[in-house]
Nanobody, 121 residues
């Protein structure tokens, strides 16, 4: 069994910064990538950022709404992933979820319970 836990959420003022962390424990698993998603209040869960490994290279993908402000990083071998959030806005308020164990089909097998990020304007 794989247990995924996010941390680092909280209340931050608009324009400030926050760093989310995610760690997985339990059995080992293969993964083509890891990512972050979020669910704003009364909205569907949406993609935030993803890092993907292919043929020895690492690729980074970001939602347009966070591009230039958020940075994903991580260590696949240690099942650790981070999200550095800078210049946060009120619309970044959401529950943030870590996703690990990307399959060949591009889906994530393991998800955390989420961490709340609230941005005050």
């Amino acid at each position: 069994q794989v247990h995924v836990v996010e941390s680092g959420g909280g209340l931050v003022q608009a324009g400030g910064s926050l760093r989310l962390s995610c760690a997985a424990s339990g059995r080992t698993f293969s993964s083509n990538g890891m990512g972050w998603f979020r669910q704003p209040p009364k909205k569907e869960r949406e993609f935030v950022a993803r890092m993907h490994w292919d043929d020895g290279a690492t690729y980074y993908y970001y939602a347009d709404s966070v591009k230039g402000r958020f940075t994903i990083s991580g260590d696949n071998a240690k099942n650790l992933v981070y999200l550095q959030m800078n210049s946060v806005k009120a619309e970044d308020t959401a529950v943030y979820y870590c996703a690990l164990g990307e399959t060949a089909a591009g889906e994530f097998e393991y998800w955390g319970q989420g961490t709340q990020v609230s941005v005050s304007s």
